[in-house]
């Protein structure tokens, strides 16, 4: 009778917890939950939930029904290199290796407007196969933009698929700043896939606004960051009634001529950069040469925010060394916090 009662308990507080259901609404068969992070029971309660809640099972194709019919949905988590990392090791990469355990994409979104059919990707990753097949799930095409951030090789590399090499695009849609558009343009291999027309620039100015349609308009803003070869920019997504940020890299938050506090403030969702969870994260590496805001850094600073502006902040962005990727304590620890950890497969509703 107890056992009995703590289940039903259970499933209540998922049902009650609207950021959970959305954390846990999930895509397969392209999108798996971690074995390392979830048990399968926890997996099993998880989705009666969804489907209690979302009224619906499996649909056709293999995909949980969408939380709307205007969402982002977080096709990959991992910093550039991707989970697990080529050359590592240690016991952070070497469980998934092991045991054929999921692997974290590199950082990227779709915005997906159902009323009109349209999508657009945010960041061309090395993972870029597989978010452009989700893509496709999503919409049945291409996408009809795809927005950079700066060129370092997990946030611009995966254009190379666009070339005559795979699927030789045809004038794919790249927005990007000056510089990043300068760089692309007078660099090989990338100047081939202007000249020969496999994409094709949509130009960007910060703080500048990008209408896509009637309901979405997206902003570029500029963060400071390790910027050898193009500027750094976030983005703000804004429909009628949701605004999301999306900053992926960040040097740190002090560094920054805005206040990060503010902009949390001035939106719904802010998915920020958690590549280090900690200071020591890399032995024997200098981490000042590769300055990020740690989690536990962005933890401290936030927690002057009161609890319902924390629950806006979703961290993304991990280094295969963060303990956000694996490690149900460190998980537990954020949100315990009033904080969220970001998943491969979330959707967040913009209406």
């Not at 698929?161 to 660099?187: C, H, W």
């Not at 960040?250 to 920054?256: L, P, T």
């Not at 000042?288 to 962005?298: D, G, L, Q, R, T």
């Amino acid at each position: 009778m107890d056992k009995t009662r703590s289940k039903n308990q259970s499933l209540r507080k998922l049902l009650n917890d609207k950021n959970h259901i959305e954390r846990v609404a999930i895509t397969y068969p392209a999108y798996h939950w971690n074995s390392h992070i979830c048990s399968m029971k926890q997996i099993f309660t998880a989705l009666i939930a969804v489907f209690i809640l979302l009224g619906c099972g499996r649909p056709e194709g293999g995909t949980i029904h969408e939380v709307s019919d205007l969402f982002i949905e977080v096709l990959g988590v991992a910093q550039d290199a991707g989970y697990p990392q080529l050359g590592c090791d240690k016991e952070c990469c070497k469980h998934l290796l092991e045991t054929g355990s999921t692997r974290a994409y590199v950082t990227s979104l779709a915005l997906v407007d159902k009323v009109d059919s349209s999508v657009w990707l945010f960041e061309a990753s090395p993972d870029i196969r597989y978010q452009w097949s989700r893509i496709h799930q999503l919409s049945g095409k291409d996408p009809d933009g795809i927005f950079l951030t700066h060129a370092h090789i997990g946030h611009y590399a995966g254009l190379m698929e666009l070339g005559k090499e795979s699927i030789n695009a045809d004038g794919q849609a790249v927005y990007a700043m000056p510089r990043m558009k300068e760089f692309l343009t007078g660099s090989g291999p990338w100047s081939q896939l202007v000249s020969t027309n496999n994409i094709s620039f949509r130009d960007l100015k910060a703080d500048s606004t990008v209408v896509l349609n009637e309901r979405l308009k997206v902003s570029p803003f500029r963060v400071p960051h390790r910027d050898e070869y193009s500027e750094t920019v976030g983005y703000r997504i804004k429909s009628p009634d949701r605004t999301v940020i999306f900053i992926p890299d960040i040097d740190k938050w002090d560094r920054w001529d805005r206040s990060i506090l503010k902009e949390i403030a001035a939106c719904d969702v802010a998915l920020l950069d958690g590549t280090f969870f900690e200071s020591g994260e890399l032995p024997g590496r200098n981490m000042s040469e590769i300055p990020h805001p740690f989690v536990s850094e962005s933890m401290e600073l936030f927690s002057k925010l009161p609890e319902k502006e924390r629950n806006k902040v979703q961290f993304i962005h991990f280094n295969h060394t963060n303990r956000l990727l694996r490690d149900p304590n460190a998980i537990r620890q954020v949100e315990q916090e009033g904080f969220h950890v970001s998943r491969q497969g979330q959707q967040i509703s913009l209406n």
